[in-house]
């Protein structure tokens, strides 16, 4: 499936930490107690430094964990290793702390395995990624975001029907989600239903313009069906306001491709 959702670490600041329990305290190496330690910055700093030393960060993140850092830093041993690429080892993190938290934790462990599954299928894993989503589902099986990510893996699968139907399904639960819309058109192109997926994008677009995802296989869309210069409009549109994204990337290989059969 061409669009995709986008997952940052630094996003997920005080994925782990209870509101109500905030600010909470976690040890850092050398720190003579837990209540030494402002939780909330720690967790925020060590997020930070995932994305410009992952290492340094996954092994301060491993000294606090062994002086009861608790779930937040696993977690952020967890998006440390996603940041320097190890995602079958990330994801596998993941997926042993969400098997630890209490039904009742905030987020919930349902959705700390929806991110595993995000993980794995960042590592081109999709079969593990399917696992993930499934025990996720087990957590909450009208979770509109799950069957949005069950659906997107299902489609990189090859299995466009079902993920047709998890995102159908997705949108009845949130019909604002312009994410599953643009998916859900994806996933009509791919069953040969043009039509029904030209009026799904629009659908996508008209919820969110600025949607790379939607831009993108609105593109697509448009090329295959005859017009190649508002696909080239929708693309360049992707590659220049989200440079540096899958889409955007996605964007740019299609420009090209069509410069190459210009000429």
């Known amino acids: 499936m061409t669009a995709s959702r986008q997952y940052s670490p630094l996003s997920l600041c005080l994925f782990l930490l209870p509101p109500l329990l905030l600010p909470v305290l976690l040890p850092v190496p050398g720190a003579a107690a837990e209540t030494d330690i402002d939780h909330e910055q720690q967790y925020r700093a060590c997020i930070s430094l995932t994305y410009r030393e992952p290492w340094q960060a996954f092994e301060a993140a491993e000294t606090w964990a062994g002086v009861g850092g608790g779930p937040a830093a696993r977690h952020c041993a967890a998006m440390a290793l996603l ?6 080892r990330s994801a596998q993190r993941l997926e042993a702390l969400a098997a630890g938290l209490p039904a009742d934790h905030f987020p919930s462990p349902g959705d700390v395995m929806a991110q595993a599954a995000n993980v794995w299928l960042l ?4 079969n593990m990624a399917l696992q993930a989503i499934e025990l996720a589902l087990q957590y909450d099986p ?16 090859g299995d466009h ?13 949130d019909d604002k989600d312009d994410d599953a819309a643009a998916f ?14 030209m009026a799904a994008i629009e659908r996508a677009v008209a919820l ?5 995802s939607a831009r993108l296989e609105r593109g697509i869309l448009r090329y295959q069906m005859g017009d190649p210069a508002g696909a080239q409009a929708d693309w360049l549109q992707t590659a220049m306001e ?3 994204t899958p889409a ?8 090209q491709e069509m410069a190459l059969k210009k000429k």
């Open 83 to 88: 940041e320097a690429k190890q995602y079958a």
């Open 142 to 157: 009208d979770k509109a975001s799950y069957l949005v990510d069950r659906g997107r893996i299902r489609a990189e699968l």
């Open 184 to 197: 859900r058109a994806t996933a009509l192109r791919h069953l040969g239903r043009l039509d029904e997926a």
């Open 248 to 255: 955007a990337d996605a964007a740019q290989a299609r420009l």
């Open 123 to 126: 590592g081109d894993r999709p």
């Open 208 to 212: 969110n313009p600025h949607n790379p």
């Open 161 to 173: 029907a079902s993920a047709l139907k998890d995102l159908d399904r997705a949108l009845a639960l």
């Open 242 to 244: 989200h440079g540096g």
